[in-house]
């Protein structure tokens, strides 16, 4: 927006205008003539973008000192550095790499799968071995089956989800809930059974680690976490080569196996176990479906990849169907090869459960010269189970953001952290994982009982769903694919009971108690955030002016903290109230004193209140004072002294604390605070009558809580400034009440930019009050290719500064009242970092517009 010739004010910006540069019109060399000069000057952690658009660097986003810094310093140590949004495409997997990072632990399970078939069957004695052919057989059907359910899933939806938004779109938000709670528990065991049973098998090669499983089991899950947070490339390259390993070596088993047992290696007939010397069950039909049920251990895995379509390179879709044929052809090969080799040598389940079966396997098969290759089995196994938690660390996290996107988890799961991977959820799945390992003693045969259970649960919804789909739509082969999910769908849910009854008393009961709670945890999230955006929806759009209509100072000393307060009272320029809330008489003298040496022209109007007493009096005090109208303020000044440790010195001040806590959640009160440095004596300039007054409002979009903030702002300041971080991320846009986001992953942070900057102008006329006697806010855009707010926000208010030294800045913050302080977890995070910032300085005061929802009520 170039220089208004109508508007005097237009004729020179402030040095402290949005894009940080000086502009003077100068007179031209023939009359009428004008021109602008534009002084560029150093900006320090920014740079300059196409069409002018302030953009944060790299450094921009490294805190300036204190213990931030330094942790700051160690987390790119730990996961290296930061990357932009645009290399988010050279992040995406091709299918080389996606096929090891997402199948590792579908192809694991082939490990102990056959095994825990066998094992049921050995309770009947050696003769129900003859059924372990016809049940590995129709465990391959049924892989076949779910493989193709999901093949056609992500063909169809050509994004992330799975069986979540298979449901969802198909069978209706309760089914969908569960499918997603039974998804992010399974995820979880994988986690904690993958990493135990691999320090297992740590300890039976190296007897004298037995003592130390547990700690080698959080031990493990940690550098699962550090490794994924590196993210999903780095991740990818450093898994992919134990994966292929094993796949090599179980192939090689399979291979030398069938060869030297079909030319007599075996000693005895195909078929023929050692004898089981007392059975304890009777060979029944329901132990033979309990067997099929335990066998059907080894499909667990294979929804990995529908959750994490947006995880591979272009076209998505068609390389996810692409990894899953891979991934169902391989994980059929092994597990009949596994079979078919069991068969032939005859290798049954030890009561101990050591050695393994393919232990025993590996053992029979490489003997003499290629003993070697029995090792290389035993070494890739190990390492394959513990990185079978890989496709959980991929998995949970997209399901999770899947989630936040949809309002059913809190949003913050739904951002990209510093490598383009949703840490937050991988840092909750590794802290939950740790605990339910501790909590089992790292004991892979208790864990084992939970296990299969929840995605067995999501196989049946999804394919149930997409049934569904095909009789309402008819496109294709529809016949056929009904056909394929409905018999998967029966297949998967009677597998799904069989486990329960059989589990139930082991320790399946537990997830019975815990998905209906996450069930009702995703329910609450998700009302709250649409009731949260459907009141603000329902605010009437007017030009609403927010008047503040007195300033109130509580007083028990007049400190330094205070006298600040108090001056900066005075220049807001509206009546001043300050409250006496000490017991000494001569105070009150004292304190009018000072404000009437502080208005020289006696403007504005002060009186000092007696009102002995704690944050009960002041509350009782603004209770009698009550505002005249629903958008009439009072700013209450709370004296503070400066603390390098941010919010966390209220702890020492439970008081102030209290009464912060008090002041936000009280309608039609503006808390404000301007601390004072007790080491120096900070220069009062921007404190005296007639200093510049600049108003500084940090925006996330173009909402009520915005208008709020910068109505207020209008009043208090000569100056307003709107400043928006762009990141691009979907949960930073604005919603429309009812919308579904799910599917949005937001876009690049320059599009942010351009989209807000052509809305600005007619938002700002038709939601803020255009007097002449009031200032127009400008819009300041940074855009931040890292994703961060805060810290570009501290950043460019650092920069404003060092250009307006004389000026009396003020931050206004918009900030959301919930309901419940509960609820108040899920909002306001970055307005609690930049607070936190700002109350160690001395040079900017901070004040919080507040929008209270059970106002509404």
């Known amino acids: 927006m170039g220089p208004d010739p109508d508007n005097p004010r237009s004729e020179r910006q402030p040095e402290g205008a949005p894009d940080l540069e000086q502009r003077i019109t100068q007179p031209g060399s023939l009359p009428g003539n004008r021109y602008v000069v534009i002084k560029r000057e150093d900006l320090g952690s920014f740079r300059r973008g196409r069409e002018g658009i302030l953009v944060a660097t790299e450094r921009a986003d490294e805190p300036t000192a204190g213990a931030a810094r330094a942790t700051y310093r160690l987390k790119r140590a730990l996961i290296g550095r930061r990357l932009a949004t645009s290399a988010l495409e050279s992040e995406r997997l091709p299918v080389r790499r996606a096929l090891p990072t997402l199948a590792s632990d579908a192809l694991s399970s082939v490990a102990y799968g056959p095994e825990a078939g066998l094992t049921v069957l050995a309770l009947a004695g050696v003769g129900a071995f003859a059924f372990e052919l016809p049940i590995a057989l129709a465990i391959a059907a049924l892989m076949v089956l779910v493989t193709l359910s999901y093949r056609q899933l992500v063909l169809t939806r050509q994004a992330d989800g799975g069986s979540y938004a298979a449901a969802r779109d198909h069978l209706g938000k309760w089914p969908a809930m569960v499918a997603a709670a039974a998804l992010l528990i399974d995820y979880v065991l994988t986690v904690s059974v993958s990493v135990s049973s691999g320090a297992d098998a740590l300890a039976s090669a190296f007897p004298v680690l037995i003592d130390l499983r547990l700690p080698l089991s959080v031990l493990l899950a940690l550098m699962l976490c550090a490794g994924n947070l590196r993210g999903v490339r780095e991740a990818g390259a450093l898994f992919s080569t134990p994966t292929y390993i094993f796949i090599g070596a179980m192939v090689c088993l399979i291979v030398v196996g069938a060869i030297r047992g079909l030319t007599g290696a075996a000693h005895h007939a195909i078929g023929v176990y050692p004898p089981i010397p007392h059975p304890a069950e009777a060979l029944t039909p329901f132990l033979i479906l309990t067997a099929f049920a335990s066998g059907c251990s080894s499909m667990t895995g294979i929804e990995a990849v529908s959750n994490s379509v947006r995880s591979f390179r272009a076209p998505q879709g068609r390389n996810a169907a692409r990894t899953l044929t891979l991934l169902g052809a391989m994980l059929v090969f092994l597990f009949l090869g596994v079979t078919m080799i069991d068969l032939i040598f005859g290798a049954a389940p030890k009561p101990s459960g050591s050695p393994t079966v393919l232990a025993q396997l590996a053992a029979d098969v490489f003997t003499g010269p290629g003993r070697f290759f029995f090792y290389l089995v035993q070494f890739a196994t190990m390492l394959v189970l513990v990185l079978a938690a890989n496709a959980s660390f991929n998995g949970f996290p997209r399901l999770c953001a899947f989630l936040a996107r949809d309002d059913r988890l809190p949003h913050r799961f739904g951002a990209y952290g510093d490598r383009l991977v949703y840490s937050a959820a991988i840092l909750v799945l590794t802290g939950v994982s740790v605990v339910v390992i501790i909590a089992f003693g790292a004991n892979t045969n208790r864990l084992i009982n939970l296990y299969a259970i929840g995605v067995f649960t999501a196989f049946t ?32 849910l009677l ?29 609450y999230v998700s009302r709250h955030y649409q009731g949260v955006r459907s009141d603000l929806a329902a605010i009437p759009t007017f030009r609403a002016q927010m008047t503040p209509e007195r300033t109130v100072v509580p007083v028990r000393e007049l400190d330094g903290p205070t006298r600040r307060a108090l001056l900066y009272g005075v220049a807001l320029g509206r009546p001043l109230s300050a409250i006496d809330a000490s017991g000494d008489p001569e105070l009150a003298a004292r304190i009018e004193d000072f404000l009437r040496a502080s208005t020289p022209g006696g403007t504005p109007r002060f009186e000092v209140i007696r009102r002995p007493g704690g944050a009960r009096e002041l509350l009782a005090f603004l209770d009698e004072l009550g505002p005249s109208g629903p958008d009439h303020l009072v700013t209450v000044m709370v004296p503070e002294f400066v603390t390098s440790a941010g919010n966390l010195d209220l702890l020492r001040r439970p008081g102030a604390l209290r009464l912060k806590f008090s002041l936000l959640r009280r309608p039609g009160v503006v808390v404000a605070s301007f601390p004072a440095n007790p080491r120096r004596e900070t220069a009062e300039v921007a404190l005296r009558p007639g200093a510049r007054r600049v108003a500084v409002v940090p925006i996330a979009g173009l909402d009520v809580l915005a208008q709020r903030a910068l109505s207020y702002a209008q009043q208090i300041a000569d100056e307003v400034i709107a400043v928006h971080v762009a990141t691009g991320q979907a949960q930073d846009a604005p919603r429309v009440a009812g919308a579904s986001t799910t599917d949005d992953l937001g876009m690049e942070p320059s599009a942010e930019a351009k989209m807000l900057e052509r809305q600005w102008d007619e938002w700002v006329s038709g939601h803020l009050v255009g007097m002449d006697d009031l200032p127009r806010p400008q819009l300041a855009l940074v855009v931040s290719p890292f994703r961060t707010v805060v810290q570009p926000v501290l950043r460019y208010l650092q920069v404003f500064r060092d250009k307006n030294r004389d000026a009396l800045c003020t931050v206004v913050l918009p900030e959301l009242v919930a309901r419940h302080w509960w609820n108040q977890l899920l909002h306001n995070h970055r307005a609690f970092h930049i607070k936190s910032a700002l109350l160690g300085r001395s040079d900017f005061a901070v004040a919080d517009v507040t929008y209270d929802l059970s106002s509404r009520e």
């Open 495 to 523: 597998v799904d009971l069989i486990v329960l009854v059989v589990k139930f008393h082991l320790g399946a009961w537990v997830v019975l108690v815990i998905v209906p709670l996450v069930v009702a945890y995703f329910w």
């Open 461 to 492: 919804l999804a394919q149930t769903a997409l049934v569904r789909y095909g009789l309402r739509s008819r496109q294709g082969h529809w016949r056929r694919n009904v056909a394929i999910n409905g018999v998967g769908a029966a297949a998967t």
